[in-house]
């Protein structure tokens, strides 16, 4: 993991292109701004959502979601909107946010804030969330879930279990501070590659701040059945409000195992007299859990192999911004033949040698290995010696890589002496 | 994650110093090369023990590690020679080979081959593995298992449970291969942060291949008691060979939990008629399990948003070296003012407002975040304008950034056209 050739520097990789989508994704604009309002310190809003159905199913009202900037940090943030809800207490908001900003979990969006505004044009309640960039909800990466899509492809059995091994663990967090995730389906968890988020945690709790004060255990025995649910629904190809629970579970069989059938079992059908916890049920799949992490640690492995030689990309970034910045410039103040004297005329003949080589005939030669091979000898400082002659051939010099990056780091510095503020970030 | 200033672009952070050292670890050559032998297609061997001492406790003959590189294809590897070893049959070597080289798990370092030498005057065994730089073994990140260093600080119960939910993991998959690590111990255990891996698996196997043909699950058995000892060891600084395990067990009161005592006691003492199985240990510890895959998901979060920061690098050095192949180039065959005229005109002038910038005194401005934003806006081809003035300031031009880019590329399609070879991985 550890090993490279100089030709696989610049190769694009799929994790390289999904990083690439992703800044896309979260760099991508509203071609006419101000299409949207800012909301506080919340703007460039840009709509998240694929369709314009205003669907009120998951809280009773139509909801929308927005990435935004936030002027405070300049980081990106997913918004909730819930059209035409009217606060009526300030204190549910108050108290919902104070319990859910404790919840870190890798498998939950986490919750920033909520606020109230009128900004489009109705009284909308705002859910601020971490924004995943180019994250698709469970029911769009397996429309398999909806009904229409009957007959498709079932999803395999082992990301079932990847899906139940992280729904667990988010879970598991938040019922250890007494919390339950209430909104539990699969149009409301966000998936990325194989990683899975609850994405619409705490808004439940406000909407039913005062209607519902149903006693926490209670929800959380809810949330296991609907866990349960969420995964027999896509295991069936059955939208989770149409499941008809025992003929669905026993259509598993003979496409997944009996081990998944019990474990979906023992979450959704009322166990003999049993006090049901996340705790018992993690329990029971244990030895999937353990399998799971296995890949979740080849995943990171592999991520930071490649992550390994992008680093070297790094340093080859930094040496040629400095090269650049001295290889001809017109002068400096009081030294208007700066670049091309002292210590910046071999700077300037190494520039030659490294992207100027052509051959017997004159022709170019473009050697990004050769380009790569001297910038790393530079940047380490290697004893090798190089021969640089001067375009008209008249003059011959033979410096160390050690003594150039010598002479690189003497004439960057100049140039920042005469600046009036430094080179920020420059290290 | 996905956020950024200009500021932390070139911010050494820890996560790239430990890459780095990493990088230098498996660069390492011997001061002077040809002092240890070449072994068939390895070559480059230097010796990663810290001692000289010959230490016969953990195979019945002393060992010695080496990392060096194969020839075949300019990887590292890490090899463990067994010192005065003769091997009598040959199929021993064979059929443990095969066995293992099905296992792969992210905490067992991988087994490659296996072979005979006589190039260090003795006859060896060399056993060849992946090679992790920069690994120590748990004895050496935690001497207070060993008895010298009684009174240290206590090894943290959290790091506990990640090292048993870690051997758990390598020995589920080992079992579950029918096989036995037979070989665990702290000194036999590398560790790199927080990640363990069991680093000398099927060495007994081999060395014990005719003497003791013991049932596998007897060795399992007894996997899992040297597995609670090895922690055992850990936790009350004593070294194994001399734990008295009932009064360790009893000291684990009250400096750790009972949760830890009881999964020890179970590991390491006969139980009620039980069949012992790594699967029921891991049933008894999936909460912990499910902690330590959480904290796994967050390294890995955190390792991939650095990683994407990093790729911005990658691709600023790219347009930067296309810039720096065609600025200032002492023109091309038949046209010795290329680099002067049309396009390239137009971009040597991009180069000065990029990187020569200057303020009313004409003192340098050294601003990175001006470089990457512009290098940033190059590469994407964005449609804003840039005003670019002649340095005798008689021409103003304003193209757009994605005219830039056209500009760019065409240049240096230009070069690449007119070189012999092309410009490899210039894409
Ligand atoms: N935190 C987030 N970060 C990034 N994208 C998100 C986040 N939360 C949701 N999304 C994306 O926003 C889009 C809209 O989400 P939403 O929950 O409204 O789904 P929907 O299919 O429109 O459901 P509904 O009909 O209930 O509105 C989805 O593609 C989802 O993946
Ligand atoms: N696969 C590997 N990759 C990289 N380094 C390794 C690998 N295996 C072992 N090492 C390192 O090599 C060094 C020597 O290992 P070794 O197992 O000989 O330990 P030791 O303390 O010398 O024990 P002993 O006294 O039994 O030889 C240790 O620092 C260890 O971390
Ligand atoms: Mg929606
Ligand atoms: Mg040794």
Redesign the interface.
């Known amino acids: 993991p550890?090993?490279r050739?100089?030709?696989d520097?610049?190769?694009p990789d799929k994790?390289?292109e999904e990083?690439?989508k992703?800044?896309f994704a979260?760099q991508q604009q509203l071609p006419m701004p101000g299409t949207l309002p800012r909301l506080d310190h919340y703007f460039a809003l840009f709509p998240l959502d694929t369709t314009n159905r205003k669907n009120t199913a998951s809280f009773g009202y139509p909801s929308w979601m927005y990435k935004a900037m936030s002027s405070r940090?300049?980081?990106?943030f997913a918004l909730r909107r819930l059209e035409g809800y009217r606060l009526t207490n300030e204190n549910a908001v108050l108290s919902v946010v104070k319990d859910w900003k404790r919840v870190k979990?890798?498998?939950i969006v986490s919750v920033h804030e909520m606020f109230t505004t009128r900004e489009f044009g109705d009284s909308s309640l705002i859910f601020v969330y971490?924004?995943h960039?180019n994250s698709k909800t469970l029911l769009e990466q397996h429309p398999q879930a909806n009904a229409r899509y009957r007959g498709a492809q079932p999803v395999p059995e082992q990301v079932l279990w990847s899906y139940i091994?992280q729904i667990?663990?988010a879970l598991?967090?938040i019922h250890s501070f007494n919390l339950a995730a209430r909104c539990l389906e699969p149009s409301k968890i966000i998936v990325d590659k194989n990683?899975i988020r609850l994405a619409a945690c705490s808004i439940l709790d406000v909407v039913n701040f005062e209607s519902n004060k149903r006693p926490v255990q209670e929800l959380q025995m809810e949330d296991l059945v609907k866990f349960g649910k969420v995964i027999l629904s896509l295991a069936t190809a059955t939208p989770m409000s149409r499941l008809d629970v025992s003929s669905a579970l026993e259509s598993l069989t003979p496409k997944y195992s009996t081990t998944l059938k019990e474990a979906l079992t023992w979450l959704i059908l009322p166990g003999p007299g049993e006090f049901k916890t996340i705790?018992s049920f993690?329990?029971?799949?244990?030895?999937q859990?353990?399998d799971?992490?296995?890949l979740?640690?080849?995943?990171?492995?592999e991520?930071?192999s490649?992550?390994?030689r992008?680093?070297e990309?790094?340093r080859?970034?930094?040496i040629?911004?400095k090269?650049?910045?001295i290889?001809?410039?017109?002068g400096?103040?009081g030294n208007p033949e700066w670049s091309n004297t002292g210590d910046r005329y071999q700077l300037k003949l190494f520039?030659?040698y490294?992207?100027?080589q052509v051959?017997a005939?004159?022709?170019?030669?473009?050697?990004?290995?050769h380009?790569l091979s001297c910038l790393n000898k530079l940047d380490a400082g290697t004893d090798e010696l190089v021969m640089l002659i001067s375009?008209d051939e008249k003059m011959v010099y033979v410096p160390s890589y050690r003594e150039l990056k010598q002479m690189l780091d003497r004439s960057f510095n100049e140039?920042?002496k005469?600046?009036?503020?430094?080179?920020?970030?420059?290290?």
Chains 1, 2 share one sequence.
């Open positions: 550890w090993q050739s100089t030709y520097f610049f190769v994790l390289r990083m690439q992703k800044m979260m940090n300049g980081r990106y979990n890798a498998n971490d924004y960039p091994c667990a663990n598991k967090a990683r705790h993690i329990g029971g799949i244990s030895n859990l353990a799971f992490l296995d979740a640690f080849h995943d990171r492995d991520i930071y490649q992550f390994a992008e680093l990309n790094g080859v970034a930094r040629m911004m090269l650049a910045a290889n001809d410039r017109e400096v103040p520039r030659d490294v992207f100027h051959d005939e004159g022709k170019p030669v473009l050697s990004i290995g380009m375009r140039l920042v005469l600046s009036k503020h430094g080179a920020s970030g420059a290290n």
